[in-house]
Nanobody, 123 residues
């Protein structure tokens, strides 16, 4: 059983930056693809970014060029660096782990989820 704990959320002005972290425990971190999802009030949870075991990165179009996902297997941690933040990035951000060897960025492929961290971008 993998436990995921996010941190780094907060309130930031538009144009600012935040770095989210997700610490994993209870499993072999390098065996998992990792992802970030977000859910804004009244909206469905959506994919934001993912990184494979080998380091291949995937992004939703709306964050390409602004967000960067990375992982540190020695620290069992995945990061989401968010730059040039916009008010529409406001959401609860969730970290997730996928143990499947064949997967895509749909939430159904991710087996373990963190509790979420709030990101609020003011205009």
């Amino acid at each position: 059983q993998v436990q995921l704990v996010e941190s780094g959320g907060g309130l930031v002005q538009a144009g600012g930056s935040l770095r989210l972290s997700c610490a994993a425990s209870g499993g072999t971190f390098s065996n998992y693809a990792m992802g970030w999802f977000r859910q804004a009030p009244g909206k469905e949870r959506e994919f934001v970014a993912a990184i494979s075991r080998g380091g291949t990165r995937y992004y939703v179009d709306s964050v390409k060029g602004r967000f960067t996902i990375s992982r540190d297997n020695a620290k069992n941690t995945v990061y989401l660096q968010m730059n040039s933040l916009k008010p529409e990035d406001t959401a609860v951000y969730y970290c997730a782990a996928c143990q499947a060897t064949i997967w895509d960025t749909r939430a159904a492929f991710f087996d373990y989820w963190g509790q979420g961290t709030q990101v609020t971008v003011s205009s």
